[in-house]
């Protein structure tokens, strides 16, 4: 069973930063594709960028394209969302999961990830 852990949420200012960590358990993380989606109150969970297994591919969605970056530490079971100049429009809950074997490098669909972190809140107010 692989579990996942989200990590570094919080309430935040606009236009400031914040950077969510994902930790996964099991000895195959390096070999999976990994992905942050979104899903704020009232709508459906979105996607936000997501990373193929090595690193070298990276995708966003349209709105935190420019803004947000994703990275991965494959030493450490570990992926990072790096969030930048954040606009009230971001809160949501942030999750992270993992994209099943497939010959999509970076998915980017919720029916492609087969495990799911239990979220991580975060709050964009002034």
């Known amino acids: 069973q692989v579990q996942l852990v989200e990590s570094g949420g919080g309430l935040v200012q606009p236009g400031g930063s914040l950077r969510l960590s994902c930790v996964a358990s099991?000895?195959?993380?390096?070999?999976?594709?990994m992905g942050w989606f979104r899903q704020a109150p009232g709508k459906e969970r979105e996607f936000v960028a997501g990373i193929s297994w090595s690193g070298g591919r990276t995708n966003y969605g349209d709105s935190v394209k420019g803004r947000f970056t994703i990275s991965r530490d494959n030493a450490k079971n570990t992926v990072y969302l790096q969030m930048n100049s954040l606009k009230p429009e971001d809160t949501a809950v942030y999750y992270c999961?993992?994209?099943?074997?497939?010959?999509?490098?970076?998915?980017?669909?919720?029916?492609?990830?087969?495990?799911w972190g239990k979220g991580t809140l975060v709050t964009v107010s002034s």
């Open positions: 099991g000895r195959t993380f390096s070999t999976y594709p």
């Open positions: 999961a993992r994209g099943r074997h497939s010959p999509v490098v970076v998915p980017t669909s919720l029916n492609a990830m087969d495990y």
